[in-house]
């Protein structure tokens, strides 16, 4: 079966350091990969969506960045955080063989940024 | 613009009653659409999803009815229990290769014991 790794689960950073959370997944391969953000009280945002490695595309420009070194391994980054980077951060998969739509979310990354 | 919108950002209702969630769409070309449940500090966790060459779909409780003419679906909880109490949110899908999903904002659904 697939599993979706994040860590770490909570994060707490001050305003300017730098930033880097990573997901992985198991059980499959060529999977898509996706970032989200939830800030308080919203819904979803999509941040980064990647169909292969090093294919990377971004929705929302913005003080983040992200990889995919591996197949099966996706990086979120930043050089320096800001405040407004506060949120519930969220990786996903997509690419399963019943149905290639259906995401599967991980547990999320609290960042908090003081 | 929002394409797809969760218009109730909450729902009561009693234990052992319904708990019926609405979602309505604007692109025409969304072919796929899925409900998800969030716990507080958890990831989405993927409930039931419908094709739009169907027009209902059921897995135990839960119950997804999709009307393309409205472009409206909802999801049924029957019965509903206090651990159905989360945010549940509709996405949808245009069958596009990099396989994105266009999420609503959330219901938050609390059931009352």
């Known amino acids: 079966s697939q599993t979706i790794h994040q860590w770490p689960a909570t994060l707490v950073q001050p305003v300017g350091s730098p930033l880097s959370l990573e997901c992985t997944v198991e059980?499959?391969?060529?999977?898509?990969l996706y970032w989200y953000r939830q800030a308080a009280g919203r819904g979803l945002q999509l941040l980064f969506y990647s169909v292969g490695i090093g294919q990377i595309s971004s929705e929302v420009p913005q003080n983040l960045s992200a990889s995919r070194p591996q197949d099966r391994q996706f990086i979120l980054s930043s050089k320096k955080l800001l405040l407004s980077d506060s949120g519930f951060y969220l990786c996903?998969?997509?690419?399963?063989?019943?149905?290639?739509?259906?995401?599967?979310f991980g547990p999320g990354t609290r960042l908090l940024v003081l | 613009d929002q394409q797809v919108k969760q218009n109730s950002p909450s729902l009561s209702v009693q234990e052992g009653r319904i708990s019926i969630l609405n979602c309505d769409y604007t692109?025409?070309?969304?072919?796929?659409f899925l409900w998800y449940k969030k716990y507080p500090a958890e990831g989405p966790t993927f409930l039931i999803s419908?094709?739009?060459?169907?027009d209902k779909n059921e897995d135990g409780r839960f119950t997804v009815f999709l009307n393309k003419s409205a472009k409206h679906l909802s999801l049924h909880i029957v019965p509903s229990q206090p651990g159905d109490s989360a945010v549940y949110f509709c996405a949808a899908s245009d069958g596009g290769s990099q396989g994105n999903l266009i999420f609503g904002k959330g219901t938050k659904l609390s059931v009352k014991p």
């Open positions: 419908i094709s739009s060459i169907k």
């Open positions: 996903a998969w997509s690419g399963g063989v019943v149905t290639r739509e259906t995401q599967y």
């Open positions: 692109n025409s070309m969304f072919d796929y």
């Open positions: 059980g499959t391969s060529n999977p898509n």
